[in-house]
Each structure stands twice: as structure tokens, then as C-alpha cells.
């Protein structure tokens, strides 16, 4: 049973393990527990995996009203949690982190089912960092991340779950896939599965400095823009001497991955894709988010040579576009940048992690 959803960042990681574990033998299941307002609501009924629902909202950055029933919630939670522990008997629970996975790992713990986690930033979230103690494994995305958990835990390197398909679709069927021309370089955009306001704003006045430095009918744009902000973009590059595609959401995000050159994008877990196709990135971390744990993600990135950091209070058009024309206009800093994400990624991550929980369960 995999407890976690709200954003894609937590989702799909899940989603990769499931398929590994369910590959692993035939008899295998894999369920998901998460919640109705989550991401995990509109993905999963497409899928072959069922989805239990409980019912728990967030705490960091709610309202002091939302933060005082915040308990109540949680309690329900759990006693839901258990409800689906006793009624589905799974042999293993894993985390993906979040507030969604909280009640149901701790349910587990309670009832002596097994608990795995996924510590899918450098800096792990809070929620990890209070489950640690009820875990009997941890599995990190970033070599870093141990240092930020008790010593007592057992923490394992393994890079962060993937798609499977995830860096093994041709450059040509993904510039197919978008209806995009070949030989142009293609940037790929995206903030997040609910998109980014500011990057979005950023993206659009970054069109005018490319103009300016000539470099605009050199390159395409895939463009994942959030449903807020679709139309507003929609309406701005109707004119671009740019071939963009507007798009409020990518469902074909391996496809995506497969036609860019270049990506920008936050800094959530997402990156370990990034990375998995060989892809340079601009990395402008969410401000707000938990523990601020996207910025040490673009810090731990940026040093390692894969992906260069603009931090939002930073990021202004002019500033994207001039990241944009280093990278992408000087071949040699392409090229070693590409090499450094390469060496950074974990394809098999999903698979080691599928088989170490099998066998834990056998």
C-alpha cells in the first residue's frame, strides 16, 4: 500500500515503485491511499491501481483556523488509515512523504506492518523527518539527505522512483508527440502540475531579450503553463516568432522529456527525471515550500554542474533569458552540463526499491 499523493512530486514516484513491484511477480498488488482534492484523484482512476481516500488538508502555510483543526483531521485520518489496514492486510506500507502519507504510515507502525519511506529531497520534508522513527528503511534521492535524519535510521541512496519510460523515448518521437520542428532547440517549461505564475510571467518576458539577441526562430517551446495562467499565455505567444506549445497540463511528460534540449522548471523531486534523461535545467526553486527544501535541491544540482539556480525573488526575464543563451548557445557548456546530469541519475531506482520491499514482505 502506497500512502502519499497532493502534488505529482509525491505521486509519481509511487507510481513508479508500483510498477516495479506489481512486474516483480504476478500475484502482486499495489494500492494507493491518498486524497480527493489531490492529483492523485484525476491519475490514478486511469491507471490499474485502486485508490482509497482519507480525509486530511495540509498545515504548513493554512490559516490559524485550518491549523487548529489540523488535530481532528488527523485523528480522522488514521482512524481511516486503519480501517484500510484491516480490512486490506497489505504486507508492506511505503511512504512517499507529504502530509497524506503521514496517517497511514503511522497506522501501519501501530498495527507491526512494515514501513518504507521515500526521502525524495536533500533536505527531507517534515513529515519524513517525524516518520523516520516508525520506518524500518528510508530511501533517499540525494546522497545528502542523511545528514539531515536521525543517525539511528537506516537511509539508503537510491536516487529518487522514476517512469520507466522516463529517458528511453527517441528525441524524434517526442518532437512527433508535440507536433515540433526537428533541428530546433527545444526548451521544455513547467512549473509544477498546478504550473507557476511567476515562472510563467518570467517565460513570456524572456521571449523579448531572446528576440533582441537574434535567438528566438532557433528555438521551440513545450509549455505547461498551470489551467490559471493557460489562457493569459495562450494569448501572449499567439504572435511569438517561437514555436510554443501552450499547454495547461502534460500528461506525456516522458515524451516531453524525450523532445527538450533544455528544462526549466522548479525544483521539487521532479528533477531526478530531468536528470535521468541527461538534460540541463534552470532550476528557480518555489519559495514557499516546506522546510524551503527546493532550494537546497537546486544548490545541490547547480554544484554539481548539472543545472544552473535562479532564485524566484531573482528571476526576471531578462536574467532567465541570458541563462538560457549560455546554455543553450555554447556547446561546450551543453555539453558538460549534460554529462553532469547524466552521471547524477538513478534509472533504477523504482526497481531496486520494488525488490528490496518484496523481498521484505516475502
Request: charged letters at 20%; hydrophobic letters at 45%.
Amino acid at each position: 500500500m502506497i500512502a502519499g499523493g497532493g502534488t505529482g512530486g509525491h505521486l509519481y514516484p509511487g507510481l513508479a515503485v508500483a510498477a516495479e513491484f506489481t512486474r516483480l511477480s504476478p500475484g502482486n498488488k499495489a494500492e494507493f491511499i491518498g486524497t480527493k482534492k489531490g492529483i492523485e484523484a484525476r491519475v490514478l482512476p486511469e491507471t490499474a491501481y485502486s485508490l482509497k481516500f482519507i480525509s486530511i488538508g495540509g498545515f504548513l502555510g493554512k490559516s490559524h483556523w485550518r491549523k487548529m483543526l489540523f488535530p481532528l483531521s488527523f485523528f480522522t485520518a488514521t482512524l481511516q488509515s486503519f480501517f484500510y489496514m484491516i480490512t486490506e492486510r497489505p504486507d508492506a506500507v511505503l511512504g512517499t512523504g507529504g502530509y497524506v502519507s503521514a496517517p497511514p504510515v503511522l497506522a501501519a507502525w501501530m498495527l507491526r506492518i512494515p514501513v518504507f519511506l521515500l526521502a525524495l529531497d536533500v533536505m527531507p520534508s517534515q513529515a519524513v523527518r517525524f516518520l523516520s522513527r516508525f520506518a524500518g528503511e528510508i530511501y533517499g534521492g540525494f546522497p545528502e539527505c542523511s545528514q539531515y535524519l536521525s543517525k539511528k535510521t537506516k537511509v539508503f541512496f537510491t536516487g529518487n522512483p522514476i517512469r520507466r519510460e522516463m529517458g528511453k523515448i527517441s528525441k524524434e518521437q517526442g518532437i512527433r508527440e508535440f507536433g515540433l520542428e526537428p533541428g530546433k532547440k527545444t526548451i521544455l517549461v513547467f512549473g509544477g502540475s498546478q504550473g507557476a505564475h511567476n515562472i510563467n510571467l518570467a517565460v513570456l518576458d524572456s521571449l523579448v531579450h531572446l528576440d533582441q539577441a537574434g535567438h528566438l526562430n532557433d528555438i521551440q517551446i513545450i509549455f505547461q503553463t498551470g489551467q490559471k495562467d493557460l489562457g493569459l499565455v495562450m494569448e501572449k505567444c499567439q504572435n511569438s516568432k517561437a514555436s510554443i506549445k501552450v499547454l495547461a497540463y502534460i500528461d506525456k511528460m516522458p515524451s516531453a522529456m524525450a523532445a527538450a534540449d533544455l528544462v526549466v522548471s522548479r525544483s521539487g523531486s521532479a528533477v531526478s527525471e530531468t536528470l535521468a534523461c541527461g538534460l540541463p535545467s534552470i532550476l528557480i526553486p518555489f519559495p514557499y515550500a516546506a522546510s524551503n527544501h527546493q532550494e537546497y535541491n537546486a544548490r545541490s544540482l547547480e554544484k554539481a554542474g548539472a543545472a544552473e539556480m535562479i532564485l524566484d525573488l531573482e528571476l526576471t526575464g531578462r536574467v532567465l533569458a541570458q541563462k538560457i543563451t549560455e546554455i543553450l548557445f555554447n556547446p561546450a557548456k551543453y555539453k558538460q552540463m549534460s554529462k553532469a546530469a547524466g552521471s547524477l541519475a538513478r534509472p533504477e531506482a523504482a526497481r531496486e526499491i520494488a525488490e528490496i520491499i518484496f523481498k521484505f514482505s516475502e
